[in-house]
């Protein structure tokens, strides 16, 4: 994978300084590759199978996780158990460039403020036994990316720490994430998350993810203009691009994307299985043929579908007749 726009500095890190607006917002603004008609298309058929899973499964459990000292209403799991549970967990963190609440009840035909659009990843793997845990966390510009990552690190220690009540085994955390949360689900795996052994994350799963949010610092970003803008500092660079940070554990680490993406997203993903790799993880990188940054992370509502079964295999669980 080759692109004249990847320049490295001596320090191994990529310099973003030299990215244009027109290049950052062609490469990391989704609407601009599919059409923004066919996005939210694609975004209104995750809505309607997270209803579909609300529909067959029931509303989840919604547990808070902030404590008494919490200033954020949006620290909640969402727990879908099936009645087949094995154990076996999976913690999803959706996306939306860190700035898309979980609960989108202002902008979707979505009333019940319980409702969520990345409730979907039950459809596929309930059937095999394994609780979805989905996190709501707080978002930019009103949280600070720190703000972010410290919720996201509470939320785990939360479903450790209460493992028995969950019925879930939490010597067995499995994390997925997808686009902006994919950046947040590796990231987890290099930080200390108070209380939780390190080796009780045994996978992660990156789907379509951002793992070095330098782009995000460039002034030209999209994302730190208009309505929404969002601001992703030098010091967030550093601490939070799990690139170039090193999993505290020995786990199976896997970085997808959509063969259909821009460069940029599979650079990204790429660039850190490679740098994962290079610091002795067990990390990969792996494009999936005919599907896109939305598409790839949609199959999650399918029992039998390729990023289920590679998921289920991530997490050393058989799959279910």
Not at 29 to 49: D, N, P, S, V, W
Not at 130 to 141: A, F, G, K, S, W
Not at 204 to 213: A, C, E, F, L, R
Not at 264 to 278: C, I, N, V
Request: net charge negative; charged share 20%.
């Amino acid at each position: 994978m080759a692109n004249t726009e990847v320049v490295y500095g001596t320090d191994g890190r990529r310099d973003w300084s030299i990215l244009t607006a027109k290049y950052l917002l062609e490469q990391y603004q989704q609407g601009e590759t599919l059409g923004y008609e066919e996005e939210m298309r694609l975004i209104g058929e995750f809505i309607a199978k997270s209803k579909d899973a609300r529909n067959i499964y029931g509303k989840p459990a919604i547990i808070p996780y902030g404590g008494l000292e919490s200033k954020s209403k949006s620290e909640n799991l969402r727990v879908f158990k099936p009645e087949n549970a094995n154990g076996q967990v999976a913690i999803v963190i959706g996306g939306g460039y860190w700035r898309v609440p979980s609960i989108l009840k202002d902008e979707t035909n979505i009333e019940d403020e319980g409702d969520a659009w990345n409730d979907f990843p039950a459809l596929g793997l309930l059937p095999h036994g394994v609780t979805v845990i989905n996190i709501d966390y707080p978002v930019l510009p009103e949280a600070r990316m720190a703000d972010t990552v410290a919720s996201l690190q509470k939320a785990i220690s939360h479903i450790y720490t209460h493992a028995g009540e969950l019925g879930i085994d939490k010597d067995k955390l499995n994390l997925i994430g997808h686009s902006a949360g994919g950046q947040l689900a590796a990231l987890m795996v290099t930080l200390d998350i108070e209380g939780v052994p390190a080796e009780a994350i045994k996978s992660v799963t990156s789907v379509s993810g951002v793992p070095d949010i330098g782009f995000a610092a460039n002034p030209n970003c999209h994302l730190r203009q208009g309505k929404g803008a969002i601001t992703i500092t030098e010091s967030d660079t550093e601490n939070s691009s799990a690139t170039y940070r090193t999993p505290k554990t020995e786990g199976k680490y896997a970085f997808l994307t959509g063969a259909e993406e821009p460069f940029e997203f599979q650079w990204q993903s790429q660039r850190a299985a490679e740098q994962w790799a290079s610091r002795g993880a067990d990390s990969h990188y792996e494009p999936v043929e005919q599907t896109n940054h939305y598409t790839l992370f949609g199959q999650l509502a399918d029992s039998t579908s390729f990023l289920t079964r590679y998921v289920l295999e991530q997490m050393g669980v058989p799959m279910q007749a």
